[in-house]
C-alpha cells in the first residue's frame, strides 16, 4: 500500500467502479421510480465518508491518507448521487429558450444547477475549516481536485466542444442537454486543459520529491485523479469511445414500447 504505482491503481479503479455504481443505481431508479429512496439508501456513505474525514485529519501515516482520500470521495459522490437522481439540481427545470444566448442563456443554464453547485462550495467551505491547519489535509486536497474538474467540464459543457456523450444523462436530467453545446472548442478548453496540466505538474513534481511513504502515497493519489480529469476533458475533442467504460456494466436504457401509442 505504500507504493506510488498502488495508490495511483487505487484512484483508478475507485474513480471508474464509484462512477458506475452511481449510474447503475440512477438508471434502476430512473426505470422503477424510488429517486428520494435512492439518496436516503445512499445516506451512510455521506456518514462514513464524514467520520472517515473527521478522524484523518491527524493521521499522518499512510493509512491515514488513504482514509481522507476515500472519505472525501465518499462525500462527492453522495452529493453527486443526489444531483444525478434530480433531487438537488436548481430551480429551473426546462429546456433552454431556443436560440437565447449570452448572459441570459448563461444565468439560465446556471438556474438548473443553482442548487448543486451551491452544495458542492458548501463541501468545499466545511472541508476548508474542518481541516484548519491539520497535519494531513488529503480529504480537502481531493475535493479541491474533483471541484475544479467539474467545474472546468460544466463550463466547456456549456460553451462548447465538438464531442458531448449523453448516454449516461439520468431521465430526470434530460433538460441539462439542451444547456449543452457541441461544436468547435471555445477559450473554455485551453484554460482548462492549462490548468489542470499545471495542477497534474504540481503533483507529479511532488511526487516525486517525497521524502516520506504517506506523502507519496497522496500525492499519488491526488496526480492519478488529476490525469484522470484531464484526460476527461480531452476525451471531449479525441474521438474515442469512453462510454464503453461503463456502458457494459449497466443495464440497457428503458425503450417506449411502440404499442403504447396505439
Not at 433531487?87 to 431556443?98: F, H, L, Q, S
Not at 444547477?113 to 488529503?138: I, S, T
Request: proline letters at 5%.
Amino acid at each position: 500500500m505504500t507504493a506510488p504505482w498502488f495508490a495511483a491503481l487505487v484512484a483508478l479503479f475507485v474513480w471508474w467502479f464509484s462512477t458506475g455504481l452511481i449510474l447503475l443505481a440512477v438508471r434502476r431508479a430512473d426505470r422503477g421510480g424510488g429517486h428520494g429512496t435512492l439518496v436516503l439508501l445512499g445516506l451512510p456513505f455521506l456518514v462514513i465518508g464524514v467520520a472517515m474525514v473527521a478522524g484523518s485529519f491527524s493521521r499522518v501515516d499512510v493509512a491515514g491518507v488513504y482514509q481522507g482520500f476515500l472519505g472525501a470521495l465518499a462525500i462527492w459522490g453522495w452529493i453527486e448521487l443526489m444531483f444525478l437522481a434530480g433531487v438537488v439540481t436548481g430551480p429551473m427545470r426546462e429546456a433552454a429558450v431556443p436560440g437565447q444566448q449570452g448572459q441570459a442563456r448563461f444565468l439560465r443554464a446556471f438556474a438548473a444547477l443553482a442548487y448543486h453547485e451551491l452544495l458542492l462550495v458548501a463541501g468545499l467551505f466545511g472541508l476548508a475549516l474542518a481541516a484548519g491547519d491539520a497535519p494531513n489535509r488529503m480529504a480537502l486536497a481531493t475535493y479541491m481536485v474533483l471541484f475544479l474538474a467539474r467545474i472546468c467540464a460544466k463550463l466547456n459543457l456549456f460553451y462548447g466542444v465538438p464531442r458531448i456523450n449523453t448516454e449516461f444523462v439520468p431521465a430526470r436530467l434530460t433538460h441539462l442537454k439542451s444547456y449543452f453545446r457541441q461544436g468547435p472548442i471555445t477559450l473554455a478548453f485551453p484554460i482548462a486543459i492549462t490548468i489542470l496540466t499545471a495542477v497534474l505538474a504540481v503533483c507529479a513534481q511532488q511526487l516525486l520529491t517525497a521524502t516520506s511513504d504517506a506523502r507519496a502515497v497522496g500525492f499519488a493519489l491526488l496526480t492519478a485523479l488529476t490525469a484522470l480529469a484531464l484526460i476527461e476533458h480531452w476525451l471531449m475533442v479525441v474521438p474515442l469511445p469512453d462510454a464503453k467504460l461503463w456502458r457494459w456494466m449497466l443495464p440497457a436504457p428503458e425503450t417506449e414500447d411502440p404499442r403504447r401509442k396505439t
